[in-house]
């Protein structure tokens, strides 16, 4: 079995705050995948990495591919209460292939408070 | 395109009843999953399908459990019977696969409850 253990599991902070999750797994994953949940509705894409030491920004977010790619970064800067909600990894492809199969990370819920 | 559409999104049954779900994918996608999701366990891949196949269904838990896509826009989830520990927050999810990966569109999800 694949799995992706996301670290921490809950985060509060205050606005302005600067913040880092982490997605780990003994296993290798042909791309690594981020999405953010809001209550009441699916998983939303944010980003992509494909390529082990990929780093991608996107605004105050940014991304990274661990150079094994078994691993992934999201560290978001100035952390505003828009950001709240829960931040899932997903491996696609691996050991089992399974072309479009995403395995979900175990998900880290942040809160970011006035 | 109006997205991932499930239907319903709320459902209350009685143990022991059938409960369908069902989706509706994205039109042009050859990916279509099922997932559960419970603060317990997370989101849990059930089974998944390409074009229309059944590819890996090792996620269903148990044989009550059963999903079918007859056709390239409609898929269902079923269980019968239904029982309390089924209830979960039902996500279908459709995706196109592309060079490189392939980002997974998921429907607002069905609220099961089972009592």
């Known amino acids: 079995t694949q799995l992706l253990e996301q670290s921490p599991q809950f985060l509060s902070i205050q606005e302005g705050e600067n913040l880092t999750v982490y997605c780990n797994s003994s296993?290798?994953?042909?791309?690594l995948q981020w999405y953010r949940q809001e209550p009441g509705e699916g998983p939303v894409l944010l980003v992509t990495?494909?390529?082990?030491?990929e780093v991608k920004k996107l605004k105050r977010l940014t991304f990274q591919f661990g150079d094994a790619r078994k691993d992934s970064s999201l560290h978001i800067t100035a952390a505003q209460p828009g950001d709240t909600g829960l931040y899932l990894c997903?491996?696609?492809?691996?050991?089992?292939?399974?072309?479009?199969?995403?395995?979900f990370g175990t998900g880290t819920q942040l809160k970011v408070e006035l | 395109d109006a997205g991932v559409i499930q239907s319903p999104r709320h459902e209350v049954t009685e143990m022991g009843q059938e409960v369908t779900l069902r989706c509706k994918p994205i039109?042009?996608?050859?990916?279509l999953f099922w997932y559960r999701q419970t603060m317990m366990r997370g989101l849990e891949l059930l089974i998944y399908?390409?074009?229309?196949?059944?590819?890996?269904d090792s996620g269903m838990p148990e044989d009550r459990f059963s999903a079918k896509m007859p056709n390239a826009s409609f898929s269902t989830l079923k269980i019968q019977p239904s029982e309390p520990r089924d209830s979960a927050v039902y996500f279908c999810?459709?995706?196109?696969?592309?060079?490189?990966?392939?980002?997974?569109?998921f429907g607002q999800g069905t609220r099961l409850t089972v009592v």
């Open positions: 999810a459709s995706s196109l696969l592309t060079q490189g990966s392939s980002e997974a569109f």
């Open positions: 296993s290798v994953f042909s791309s």
């Open positions: 990495v494909v390529t082990g030491g």
């Open positions: 997903a491996g696609a492809g691996g050991l089992t292939g399974g072309g479009n199969k995403l395995t």
């Open positions: 039109s042009g996608h050859d990916y």
């Open positions: 399908f390409n074009n229309n196949v059944p590819i890996d």
